[in-house]
Nanobody, 122 residues
């Protein structure tokens, strides 16, 4: 299971740190990612990291503001979000991929977390 936490209500320009902890399995062998879904919109890619943390990727909309990292010893993935904007408001889902890679495609995800709400007020 993937357990996401750290969401909340923050003013524009503020910061939040999301965490995704796993239970029952280790994640050091698979890539991990974050996606988000705003009301009325499709789920979209936010960021991803390969199994060993050697490569990261970001959506253009968050590049330079968000940072993904992982601690395989703790089976946890993080998403540091800075300079948040109202358009970042969404439910954020952590994801475990089908292999050591990372991908922007939802079809590459094997397991989804339950989601955590992020609301950014203007």
């Amino acid at each position: 299971q993937l357990q996401a936490s750290g969401g909340g209500l923050v003013q524009a320009g503020g910061s939040l740190r999301l965490s995704c902890a796993t239970s029952g399995r280790t994640v050091s062998s698979v890539g991990m990612g974050w996606f988000r879904q705003a009301p009325g919109k499709e789920r979209e890619f936010v960021s991803a990291i390969t199994n060993n943390g050697g490569s990261t990727s970001y959506a253009d909309s968050v590049k330079g503001r968000f940072t993904i990292s992982r601690d395989n010893a703790k089976n946890t993935v993080y998403l540091e979000m800075n300079n948040l904007k109202p358009e970042d408001t969404a439910v954020y889902y952590c994801a475990a991929y089908r292999g050591p890679f990372s991908s922007k495609a939802t079809a590459s995800v094997r397991y989804w977390g339950q989601g955590t709400q992020v609301t950014v007020s203007s």
